[in-house]
């Protein structure tokens, strides 16, 4: 099956951990990224990556880091900085170039910070 | 900050009829796109329509864009059941980084 892949669903954490979210996928893309989705809103871009070994800040970057080492995996960090880390992680993937950028969505992590 | 903005942030409506919502934006767009969401889960892509073009298809889903306006819509006909979900529109005015509005929560009753 060719898909995306973010493990795990779940996620707990204390207060002043840093915590890493996987994100793996197989449609062979080049671009990879990472939105944060808090209850009732839209999603909000924390970073991307259009090629291996690049990445780029998105809109609300502070307190997450990101490494892009091999094509298929884009993990994400949150850092003890990241003042309210509690919401729903998504990864998604694409072709980035041609103009049509479709993304493909993983399922999601939903981070709970204790 | 979040460049598309949909409307109505809510529809109720039953099974069988039309929904029918609408997206505004601010900036030039290279092409829009529409996901739906359902409730917890991961987004997936509907309908993308370019800057060139004001009308596209696609089953049940029909989508326009009007570019003078900035704005487009999305209208999902003979509504079931299974067309509960978030819908979300996303520009894309820089070749990939898409920027998604708050979405309009659908709920279709039988």
């Known amino acids: 099956d060719g898909g995306i892949t973010q493990s795990p669903k779940y996620l707990f954490r204390k207060e002043g951990q840093n915590v890493t979210l996987s994100c793996e996928q197989n449609l062979n893309h080049d671009a990879m990224y990472w939105y944060r989705q808090d209850p009732g809103q839209g999603l909000r871009l924390i970073y991307y990556s259009q090629i291996v070994n690049d990445f780029q800040k998105g809109d609300i970057a502070e307190g997450y880091s990101v490494s892009r080492e091999k094509k298929e995996s884009f993990p994400l960090t949150v850092t003890s900085a990241q003042k309210n880390p509690t919401a729903f992680y998504l990864c998604?993937?694409?072709?980035?170039?041609?103009?049509?950028?479709?993304?493909?969505f993983g399922p999601g992590t939903r981070l709970t910070v204790l | 900050s979040q460049q598309g903005e949909e409307d109505p942030q809510a529809l109720s409506i039953q099974e069988g009829e039309n929904a029918t919502m609408n997206c505004s934006y601010k900036t030039s767009i290279n092409n829009l796109q529409w996901y739906r969401q359902n409730s917890g889960r991961g987004l997936v892509h509907l309908i993308l329509?370019?800057?060139?073009?004001r009308e596209k298809h696609s089953g049940r889903l029909r989508v326009t864009l009007d570019t003078s306006k900035k704005s487009s819509s999305l209208l999902i006909t003979a509504s079931r059941a299974a067309d509960t979900a978030s819908y979300f529109c996303a520009t894309d005015a820089n070749w990939g980084k898409l920027q998604f509005g708050a979405g309009t929560q659908v709920v279709v009753t039988p």
């Open positions: 998604a993937s694409s072709h980035p170039y041609g103009g049509t950028d479709t993304q493909y």
């Open positions: 329509i370019r800057s060139n073009e």
